[in-house]
């Protein structure tokens, strides 16, 4: 995916694509395991094309216990060579609309010490109440940047034609439905948390973009620049 970021013009910013590497990135998720899920594959692809890229992760629940030791194992393995930052609140799973502003003063925070190419967050269609609130103060705190919209599989049905693929190989899909069964052993209770699952939505995306496998995300704002 090298090649996405923000260029800058003057003191503005510009929500762009370009030819440069990436060298920072945020990934925000609501629950430990929403940011491998919807994007493990794709981090897996940043962190081998961008060695020594930083990636500043921001969970809003999960804090204190077996998910915050998950969510670090998990995402250290999935961000393998790159310099990881994650932090993990207690904010109460499924209550985040009632804790909007403990939420927002996080993520008001994370963007104080950094300065992204790139940001991974949860899509605004999201039928999650947290995952859409989180996809709902992105924006307001991210305001210049280039933010992708990651999709979660769920019994919800809220899955969408995304708007932009990372295509993955097997080798790189295979390799992130291994990392998610190894380290969510929390998760392996749910239905939909399985092999086919996660397979399945990543070929369907693959067929879309003319590939194998690969991740969807949805994107608001784009300018593209081609003049590099």
């Not at 804790?99 to 992204?116: I, M």
Request: glycine letters at 12%; charged letters at 25%.
């Amino acid at each position: 995916m090298g090649g996405m970021g923000t260029a800058g013009k003057g003191a503005n910013r510009v929500i762009a694509l370009t030819g440069r590497p990436l060298r920072r990135i945020v990934a925000l998720g609501a629950h430990c395991d929403d940011i491998a899920i919807g994007a493990g594959g794709t981090l897996l692809a940043l962190c081998s094309a961008n060695p020594g890229i930083t990636v500043d992760t921001l969970v809003l629940s999960g804090g204190g216990g077996e998910r915050e030791a998950e969510e670090l194992a998990a995402l250290t393995a999935f961000c393998g060579g790159a310099t990881l930052n994650l932090t993990v609140l207690k904010l109460p799973d499924g209550r985040l609309p009632a804790h909007w502003d403990e939420a927002k003063s996080a993520v008001e925070e994370l963007r104080a010490r950094t300065e992204p190419d790139l940001v991974l967050a949860p899509h605004g269609g999201d039928a999650h109440q947290d995952h859409r609130g989180l996809a709902q103060l992105v924006p307001t705190v991210f305001r210049d940047h280039l933010v992708f919209g990651y999709e979660i599989v769920k019994w919800d049905g809220d899955l969408t034609t995304p708007t932009a693929y990372q295509p993955l190989t097997a080798e790189l899909a295979e390799e992130k439905i291994r990392l998610l069964q190894q380290h969510y052993p929390s998760q392996r209770h749910r239905p939909w948390y399985d092999r086919e699952a996660f397979l399945g939505l990543a070929r369907i995306r693959g067929i879309e973009c003319q590939r194998r496998y690969a991740e969807g995300f949805h994107v608001r704002k784009l300018v593209v620049d081609l003049e590099g």
